[in-house]
């Protein structure tokens, strides 16, 4: 329906622009009741009488599978643009735009809890140590640490894989009331057998929020302006983790260890039940037509006759056999290893080699990394977004992110040289934003190779594309750690910096031949458009 709204001809949207014509947006709506008394040609009069009509009956169906309280809500229908301007950002129903955003606030607020029942043990930890009647050390903090990103890693994958076949935003807010109650758990406990089962349980469970988010994400927003939204959903990270020092340190410290693990848990419940009566899977559950063209929309015997793939059928096909997702993901495992190469490592070389005194100091002059991340992701957002729209529907959409990708690669090379090429006695301020360009360009690919893994396949698939990712994305983070530490120990910091640079040179090889990628959305169209032409 809504490709046939974008192709109509340009006399017509000329009249639609001037208000002569008006059609019903709502389910129902007696537009073609209305339709004799527009001033049209004779010869267009028909055409759009029979485009009306599709229009009220795909709206009331709709809102059938909607629900009668849904039955009076706007269409997300968009307002055909000029002549020439076909390829802007379609507009939307105020009402539709409100639901959105409901929708989308829910996704936002429910990842960043992920993210504070997810690092609230990093910040109970040191209370944890101090409580003389747990008898606890460093090395078994590091033993319950250790286990987490194991299972973290692994869920991602299975998650993302067996999501597939269940609502997302149930799963979005029943995970995240499954983690919350496992921090409460872990908060009775007094062994660490008892921490390690709960820690380890955590980490398995906190692979559901991310490929429920995308596929969310994907049904909600069109291709034209899912970058600047997925970019706006990828700041979940920096609030949950600014939050979690905030609730899980300042509760331990005030009112004990316990509480370090209780009040996330708390939070993430009621959060939770916030996620799961606000989010929706996507328009059509709420009575909106779909923001983009769906199989179901096409129609057609051959299309419900086709028999829909199985789970591993659908991770063969659409993920493991497709070599541009292996491409995405060896990126994605280099990026990574970039990002928690400095993470980890930064406030050691500060040290180090540039004679910064203690362990607060160094920290203050990276703490503009996340801050850096926020921004650089938004506006990668954006950009990719203008890229498509400038594109006047020429090239692949897919294929702009990745030129986007590859620009912010070069930068984070830049900006670690440069890092590295500043005097110990510069000014504390020039290397906070030194770091602060680091994560500017650091958090842009992080968050774009996701979008691009979820618009390379189909809305089937996005969860499973996404769990892949992430799981060879967190081999990519396990490689910065004992492997970095050797070439540090071995050969010194310049082989450190030359092993992260040399990992952006590795993922700017693997984009090169990305840079034309069409998304899933555009073969489809231009399969159906061929067998129209054959036809």
Not at 132 to 141: E, F, R, W
């Amino acid at each position: 329906m809504l490709a046939s709204q974008l192709r109509c001809p340009a006399g017509l949207q000329q009249r639609r622009a001037r208000g002569t014509v008006a059609v019903a947006s709502k389910p129902g709506g007696a537009a073609t009741a209305r339709l004799s008394a527009l001033p049209l040609l004779p010869t267009l009069a028909p055409a759009m009488r029979q485009r009306t009509i599709k229009l009220a009956a795909s709206a009331g169906a709709a809102a059938s599978s909607g629900g009668a309280d849904d039955s009076k809500k706007d269409l997300p229908a968009p307002v055909p643009a000029p002549a020439g301007e076909a390829d802007a950002t379609p507009q939307y129903s105020g009402d539709f735009i409100r639901r959105r955003l409901l929708v989308f606030i829910g996704i936002v607020i429910g990842y960043s809890s992920y993210y504070l029942t997810r690092n609230s043990l990093t910040y109970t930890a040191p209370v944890m140590v101090a409580d003389a009647s747990l008898h606890m050390d460093i090395t078994q903090i590091g033993a319950m640490t250790s286990i987490f990103p194991i299972a973290y890693g692994m869920s991602k994958f299975v998650s993302g894989v067996l999501g597939a076949k269940f609502s997302p935003s149930v799963l979005l807010a029943g995970g995240l009331m499954a983690t919350a109650a496992v921090n409460i758990a872990f908060g009775f406990g007094t062994s660490l057998a008892w921490f390690c089962f709960f820690w380890a349980l955590n980490g398995t469970l906190q692979g559901v929020g991310g490929p429920c988010c995308a596929r969310i994400l994907t049904t909600w927003f069109a291709s034209k302006e899912r970058g600047t939204y997925w970019g706006m959903w990828n700041i979940a990270h920096n609030l949950g983790g600014f939050a979690a020092p905030l609730v899980a340190g300042g509760f331990a410290k005030a009112m004990g260890w316990k509480w370090g693990m209780w009040a996330p848990g708390i939070i993430g419940m009621v959060v939770g039940a916030f996620v799961l009566l606000v989010c929706r899977d996507k328009p059509e559950d709420v009575g909106y037509p779909p923001v983009e063209p769906t199989d179901k929309d096409k129609g057609g015997k051959d299309k419900a006759a086709k028999p829909k793939a199985d789970i591993w059928g659908s991770l063969l096909n659409s993920v493991l056999k497709n070599p541009f997702i292996w491409g995405m993901a060896l990126t994605y495992f280099f990026i990574y290893v970039v990002r928690q190469g400095v993470t980890s490592w930064f406030v050691f070389y500060l040290i180090k080699e540039k004679g910064i005194e203690d362990a607060a100091q160094a920290a203050v002059r990276v703490s503009g990394l996340e801050l850096g991340g926020l921004v650089g992701s938004l506006i990668a957002g954006r950009l990719s977004d203008a890229l498509i729209r400038n594109a006047n529907g020429k090239g692949g959409n897919v294929g702009k992110r990745v030129t986007v990708v590859m620009w912010y690669t070069v930068g984070i090379a830049a900006a670690l040289l440069s890092f590295q090429a500043l005097p110990a006695a510069v000014p504390a301020a020039i290397q906070w934003f030194n770091v602060f360009m680091i994560g500017f360009f650091l958090y842009g690919p992080q968050m774009l190779i996701g979008l691009c893994g979820a618009e390379l396949v189909g809305p089937d698939s996005v969860g499973a594309s996404e769990g892949f990712l992430g799981w060879i994305a967190y081999l990519g983070a396990a490689n910065a750690g004992i492997p970095l530490s050797i070439i540090v120990k071995e050969y010194g910091w310049n082989a450190y910096f030359s092993t992260l640079v040399g990992a952006c040179a590795l993922a700017l090889l693997l984009l090169s031949p990305m840079t034309k990628l069409r998304s899933y959305v555009q073969r489809e169209a231009a399969k159906a458009e061929r067998l129209a032409k054959g036809q």
